[in-house]
């Protein structure tokens, strides 16, 4: 058995047959260029900056997102609202896109919310400084994939949609939502004040 | 006057017969590479024109505006004629393959570019020759990886070309001729009216071996360790680039047709139709269908198989497949003065 085996080569003759098999098999490619898969909401694409229904800058200028970049390449000017002290704005934001490591981790930083992640992976130029994205590319990017933003805080636990509550703030930009439903915690226990905290009493 | 004819004669079939051959090593990059695609669920190359028909222009294109580069420290004189001397003797070899019944023209016997009487001492003198242009190649490319590439290309065509000799010697004992005009004339009609008198029926061992032998001589997959590229870059062509490079390939694909157009020729009846009913079928589209078929097969193998290992490959070219040969050879040749007397 084993020396007929041998002789006639059925073991290539067997793996000639599957092989030839496999070619009447539909096939698994997709024509990138021309069909695209679909992408779901938490993909971390490229990074917008949203804003407000009523056309408001969402940041508030808080140089979270810098601190917690791991690549560094976040740069935060913030500055005051003219005319409005206390409410601040970033006055340049500036993205070198081209280092990001699309960690997301400046979103889940961001106590506002402003910045979010879109669909687009496509980011290949002809000229790398069009990977130094500035606030109005930001902004830019964000009007024109809004709903993916929007999509891509839901997706990852930041907004139901309901979090921030426009109406009534006066001169204020945004306000922070009185529980955490999004994480479906419970409010934290308020166990008296922190330390740090106590020293602001005692300074003031 | 006889002279002009002939050499216009000679002349037209050389053109049309090169032109067949460049334009099926054309496509066979292009159905090479479709058939791997089918058989890994891909599709293939698909962007240059519909379904990809396009794409071998597009890649002689490609080779033909690379640019050439000669690797320092490299020979320069050998490093420019061994493509050469591999590519001339794989293109050569079609001058004595039959691609058709015979035909009148101008007065002139048509049908094959010269019928030598000893045709396929030709093709295996100039196979031999080919096999000089890999090793130069390799040698004068001043890098390891193109000098192993060569020695394993030498070593390897030594050892299958004895087997491939003996494969062979026995349809030569079969039909008594070493033309291949009358080799293939010696294989038409049938037996008993519907088995084909091809030699692949007399000689089905000497038909295998030649097609083992085929495939490590062309340096395909399973037996391609002349350029095993998982080990050795791309084995004896590394360093060459743009048409040099291209010559190296034409001269693989080449071969392949070559070898694949040999053994329609000797062991599957060549131009002959294989039912005397469907002779109305031009000879050449049988060739052709033959050929395509055995290079069907060359793919359908560098799918299925994995590379050997060189130990394994010499041990399988002088231990098995020489012996075997050489008692299918016996075995004929017994056969044969037994029939004869
Ligand atoms: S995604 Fe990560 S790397 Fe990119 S900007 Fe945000 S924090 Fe930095
Ligand atoms: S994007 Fe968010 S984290 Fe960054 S500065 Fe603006 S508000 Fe702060």
Redesign the pocket.
């Known amino acids: 058995m084993g020396l007929i085996k041998t002789v006639f080569m059925t073991e290539l003759l067997m793996g000639l047959k599957i092989v030839f098999m496999q070619m009447f098999k539909p096939y698994c490619t997709l024509q990138y260029p021309h069909v695209k898969h679909p992408i779901p909401d938490g993909y971390r694409g490229l990074m917008s900056?949203l804003r407000y229904e009523d056309g408001s800058e969402?940041?508030?200028?808080?140089?979270?997102?810098?601190a917690?970049c791991p690549s560094n390449c976040?740069k935060?000017v913030?500055d005051e609202v003219p005319g409005q002290p206390l409410v601040r704005y970033?006055r340049e934001?500036y993205l070198d896109i081209s280092r990001c490591v699309f960690c997301g981790f400046?979103t889940e930083?961001?106590?506002?919310?402003?910045?979010a992640m879109t669909k687009v992976y496509e980011a290949s130029v002809y000229d790398r400084r069009e990977l130094m994205f500035d606030k109005r590319k930001l902004y830019a990017l964000g009007e024109q994939f809004l709903e993916d933003g929007k999509a891509y805080l839901v997706a990852h636990g930041m907004d139901d949609g309901t979090l921030y509550p426009r109406e009534g703030l006066g001169d204020n930009r945004y306000a922070f939502p009185p529980v955490d439903t999004a994480h479906g915690g419970e409010q934290p226990e308020q166990i008296g004040l922190t330390r740090e905290a106590l020293e602001v009493e005692e300074i003031r | 006057m006889e002279i002009g004819w002939m050499v216009i004669t000679a002349l037209l079939q050389i053109t049309v017969v090169l032109i067949t051959v460049l334009l099926t090593v054309a496509y066979m990059t292009y159905a090479e590479r479709k058939v791997l695609s089918f058989m890994q669920d891909r599709l293939g190359p698909m962007e240059v024109g519909p379904y990809g028909l396009l794409q071998p222009i597009a890649d002689g294109l490609k080779l033909f505006f690379k640019e050439d580069i000669i690797p320092a420290g490299a020979n320069k004189i050998i490093f420019s004629i061994a493509p050469i001397i591999c590519l001339i003797p794989a293109l050569i070899g079609f001058a004595v393959i039959p691609y058709t019944e015979g035909f009148t023209l101008f007065g002139m016997q048509g049908g094959v570019i010269a019928d030598l009487n000893v045709g396929l001492l030709y093709i295996f003198a100039f196979a031999g020759v080919g096999a000089y242009g890999v090793i130069l190649g390799g040698w004068a490319s001043n890098s390891k990886y193109a000098l192993l590439g060569g020695l394993r290309s030498a070593a390897q065509i030594i050892s299958y070309e004895l087997a491939m000799g003996f494969s062979i010697v026995g349809v030569l004992l079969l039909s008594g001729s070493l033309s291949l005009v009358s080799i293939t004339q010696a294989q038409s009609g049938t037996w008993f009216g519907f088995i084909p008198q091809w030699n692949v029926f007399l000689q089905p061992v000497a038909f295998g071996a030649y097609v083992i032998a085929a495939v490590a001589e062309t340096n395909r997959l399973p037996f391609d360790m002349p350029e095993a590229e998982s080990e050795l870059v791309a084995g004896f062509f590394t360093e060459y680039s743009g048409m040099r490079f291209a010559f190296f390939f034409l001269a693989e694909y080449g071969n392949m047709i070559l070898v694949s157009c040999l053994a329609s020729v000797l062991f599957l009846g060549g131009y002959n139709a294989p039912l005397p009913f469907l002779s109305f079928i031009p000879g050449f589209a049988w060739l052709a269908l033959k050929t395509w078929a055995l290079l069907f097969f060359f793919i359908w193998i560098r799918g299925t198989f994995p590379r050997v290992r060189f130990d394994q490959l010499m041990k399988f070219g002088w231990k098995v497949l020489i012996p075997v040969t050489l008692v299918n050879l016996l075995v004929t040749a017994l056969g044969v003065y037994i029939y004869n007397n």
Request: hydrophobic share 45%.
């Open positions: 900056l969402r940041c508030v200028g808080c140089s979270l997102c810098e917690a976040i935060v913030s970033a934001y400046c930083a961001c106590p506002v919310d402003a910045l």
